[in-house]
């Protein structure tokens, strides 16, 4: 569905989030990358697009670009709980590695 919002609204940031992040929960990283680039291009470096990218690299084990991210975007948006939980899961995930 998100394919076709973005085919149909291409100047509509909502559908390059929400399709990239089904490219990642497809583990279709080639194409969520294209489509974090395209959201780039349309509405920059938002924290909700570090917050996206740093979720998708998290997903394909990149912890450190994982956290650079989304730290750009907490710094972007500190109030925010989605970014705050982003990275507790990654200090989670980054505790189990080292145990």
């Known amino acids: 569905y998100y394919k076709r919002v973005v085919e149909l609204s291409p100047n509509d940031p ?3 989030i929400g399709l990239g992040a ?14 974090y680039a395209a ?8 924290a909700q697009y570090y917050n996206n990218v740093g979720y998708s690299y998290m997903l394909r084990g990149k912890l450190s670009e994982a956290l650079t991210n989304f730290r750009k975007a907490q ?15 990654l200090r989670d995930a980054t505790a189990e590695t080292r145990a």
């Open 75 to 89: 710094k972007l948006d500190p109030d925010s709980v989605v970014i705050a939980n982003n990275l507790q899961i």
């Open 14 to 16: 909502e559908g390059y």
């Open 22 to 35: 089904s490219y990642d929960r497809l583990r279709r990283f080639d194409l969520a990358d294209r489509v």
């Open 39 to 46: 959201l780039y291009e349309l509405s920059g470096g938002t």
